[in-house]
């Protein structure tokens, strides 16, 4: 019986398959790939035609294959390695050229693009879809260099703009989109910056830019600390990435300030408070909503130490920053109130009456409202020159001085303008002590009641005022004493 030699050579002939077989069974490969392109079964279609390459690896249309099936995958950086294999092994083939071009286009890198179409124009002079693409190469770069003067100008609207244009022929580029995203957080449109940056990272989670993005969203959201968890991780990607190293630093900083005011205000040190407050709003300008919150901190304490207006002030300014801002609006109308600018109180507490319909809001609403109508009218109790908290005994004396100081007989020498200026305060000393001297009349005065409405009796007479006041039986008069210089009197009762 025969053996075997297991360490014998084998036949050549009996080992090796032709060039020849292996040539037809990859075409049957790529006939079988071009049969599932046809169906748009791009996946079976790429499995095929890599077999194919598989076996013949030098054969130009396997790759140009392939690289077509790769961008219908939307797999563009693979394509692109696919495209320039075929243009390596062909420099003449076009088709591989003007798919390398469309890959960079769509890529955003215009520049290797415009070489790409510049190269099939020089194999087909009249081909019209390398003239097309060249111009849309050429748009894009002219959109990249108008995004970078209005970012430098911090024209962020125009960025966004110019950013959409050149994603219309270059939809994969993730540096644009990026770009667009940053711009889109510095307008204050974090959900749409957010949704930008969360698509390229499904893509490519270890995207350092677009980490950096989420993170400047959060930010500006005032979620600094899950801020922060975004920039390290954007670093820990991409170790030179000043921004968010930047981002990171002043997001730590703004905190810290912040913090350290919060406490220096509950532990009574107001004056402290309201430096840190200051230096925490030179940290980041960009930060709107922390901003925002630092002016309107700031206000409280400027408040409290009766900085009125300039705590109105910086409410105005948190406002600007932040139109929804309720608590700005609640103080800033505080402080009108505190500064009798009840107009302008009533206005800030409409507003938030009608964002947030509480019980608080509207009593508030109503005090301003009554403070409003109170301050339309004759003030009393300035016109005898006492505090609202006036005793009945402090109230007598200021009518004394006053009804003395305006009694027409004292200024029976004057000019007849300015008896009649006299003869008028006369009159409104004796109002208000007509309403101030009576509990009931008063009561109704400071809950700011129309009296005259009310049907309480508000006819009077000035001079029966003062001589009930002063107790005569008789009539009185000022007369001149020139011993005495003049503006002195004395009574002569009848």
Request: glycine share 4%.
């Given at each position: 019986m ?7 050579p084998?036949d050549p002939?009996?080992d ?12 049957v ?5 071009n049969a ?13 035609y890599?077999k ?15 690289a ?11 394509a692109?390695?696919?495209?320039q ?6 420099d003449?083939f ?9 890959c960079?286009?769509?890529l955003?890198n ?9 190269k099939?124009?020089?194999?087909e ?19 990249e260099r108008?995004?970078?003067i209005?970012?430098e100008?911090?024209?962020f ?5 110019c ?10 580029c ?15 449109r ?12 499904r ?24 801020a922060?968890?975004?920039f ?5 990607m991409?170790?030179?990435?000043e ?6 630093r002043?997001?730590?900083s ?40 630092l ?12 900085k ?37 109180a ?5 507003k938030?009456y009608?964002?947030?319909k509480?019980k ?5 609403l109503?005090n ?20 609202k ?34 003869e008028?305060?006369f ?6 002590f ?10 109704r005065?400071d809950s ?20 009930a ?16 210089g ?9």
């Amino acid at each position: 019986m025969a053996t075997v030699d297991f360490d014998s050579p084998a036949d050549p002939e009996m080992d090796l398959t032709s060039d020849e077989e292996l040539e037809r069974e990859a075409e049957v490969f790529k006939e079988q790939g071009n049969a599932y392109y046809v169906k748009k079964d791009y996946a079976e279609a790429f499995n095929f035609y890599t077999k194919a390459i598989d076996l013949c690896p030098k054969n130009v249309s396997y790759y140009g294959n392939r690289a077509a099936t790769l961008m219908m995958l939307s797999r563009y950086r693979e394509a692109l390695e696919d495209s320039q294999q075929a243009v390596r092994l062909d420099d003449t083939f076009m088709k591989g050229h003007m798919r390398e071009g469309k890959c960079h286009l769509l890529l955003g890198n215009a520049m290797a693009a415009s070489r790409c179409f510049q190269k099939v124009l020089e194999l087909e002079p009249d081909n019209s879809q390398a003239q097309q693409e060249l111009k849309n190469a050429e748009s894009i770069l002219e959109f990249e260099r108008l995004a970078e003067i209005s970012f430098e100008k911090r024209d962020f609207r125009m960025v966004v703009f110019c950013m959409d244009r050149a994603l219309e022929p270059a939809s994969a580029c993730h540096r644009f989109k990026v770009l667009k995203a940053e711009c889109l957080a510095l307008l204050g449109r974090y959900p749409e910056a957010q949704s930008v940056a969360s698509d390229i990272l499904r893509m490519d989670s270890t995207n350092g830019d677009a980490l950096y993005v989420r993170g400047l969203c959060l930010y500006y959201e005032d979620c600094i600390d899950k801020a922060v968890q975004f920039f390290v991780q954007a670093l820990r990607m991409a170790p030179d990435h000043e921004k968010a190293r930047l981002a990171c630093r002043n997001a730590k900083s703004l905190k810290a300030k912040k913090e350290d005011g919060n406490k220096a205000f509950k532990d009574g040190s107001f004056e402290q408070a309201y430096e840190l407050y200051s230096e925490a709003l030179t940290i980041d300008p960009n930060n709107i909503k922390t901003n925002a919150k630092l002016y309107c901190n700031r206000a409280t304490v400027g408040s409290k130490l009766n900085k009125l207006e300039q705590a109105i002030e910086d409410c105005t300014k948190a406002i600007k920053l932040d139109e929804t801002y309720i608590k700005a609006y609640l103080r800033r109308a505080q402080c009108y109130m505190d500064t009798e600018q009840y107009e302008e109180a009533v206005r800030d507490y409409e507003k938030v009456y009608q964002t947030e319909k509480t019980k608080e809001h509207k009593n508030l609403l109503k005090n301003a409202q009554l403070e409003l109508k109170k301050s339309k009218r004759k003030d009393y109790y300035k016109v005898l020159g006492v505090d609202k908290n006036a005793t009945e005994d402090e109230i007598k004396k200021a009518y004394r001085k006053r009804a003395l100081m305006h009694h027409p007989d004292r200024h029976s020498g004057a000019s007849a303008e300015v008896q009649k200026e006299e003869e008028k305060k006369f009159k409104e000393v004796g109002e208000a002590f007509t309403v101030l001297s009576d509990p009931k009349k008063k009561s109704r005065y400071d809950s700011g009641h129309d009296l005259e409405d009310d049907d309480m009796n508000m006819d009077f007479d000035a001079n029966n005022i003062f001589k009930a006041f002063f107790g005569g039986p008789g009539g009185f008069s000022f007369e001149g004493n020139s011993s005495s210089g003049p503006g002195n009197f004395f009574f002569q009762f009848g």
